[in-house]
């Protein structure tokens, strides 16, 4: 597996979770692989819901990734990849429990739930601290 990023800049990380937070309304879950470590940016409520977010998205899996997501939210996905010149980004806009959205980038792809696992791991790691 690759080295984790030496100079990954996390505020840039936030500034495309606010992006996010203002074009889609809603809570935000931004992953991104970087190497062997998984990076989480989120907006608030995000992040106060990342662990029940993961969950229920886990569990449905199969069915987010059967959405065609629009296209604000693919180009949203492009954007973010191409400025953190890494293809294994996954972004998740919750405005609900029913109405979730997931989108991914060409990296990504047949690895969301690993990510989505890999999320849940590091919030249940950092709460053990």
């Known amino acids: 597996?690759?080295?984790?990023s030496q100079n990954f800049d996390r505020s840039v990380l936030q500034a495309f979770v606010g992006a996010a937070w203002e074009e889609f309304d809603g809570e935000i879950l931004l992953l991104?692989?970087?190497?062997?470590?998984?990076?989480?940016?989120?907006s608030e409520s995000g992040g106060l819901n990342a662990r029940a977010?993961?969950?229920?998205?886990?569990?449905?899996?199969?069915q987010l990734e059967e959405q065609d997501p629009d296209t604000t939210t693919r180009a949203f996905v492009r954007v973010v990849s191409e400025s953190l010149n890494n293809d294994r980004v996954?972004?998740?806009?919750?405005?609900?429990?029913d109405d979730i959205r997931l989108a991914y980038?060409?990296?990504?792809?047949g690895?969301?739930?690993d990510m989505l696992n890999?999320?849940?791991d590091a919030i249940g790691r950092?709460?053990?601290r």
């Open 53 to 62: 977010i993961l969950s229920v998205c886990l569990r449905r899996l199969n």
């Open 126 to 128: 950092e709460r053990r």
């Open 32 to 42: 991104v692989r970087d190497g062997s470590r998984i990076r989480m940016g989120a």
């Open 105 to 109: 980038g060409a990296g990504a792809r």
């Open 111 to 113: 690895k969301v739930g």
């Open 90 to 97: 996954v972004l998740l806009v919750v405005r609900d429990e």
């Open 1 to 4: 597996m690759a080295e984790e």
């Open 118 to 120: 890999d999320a849940l």
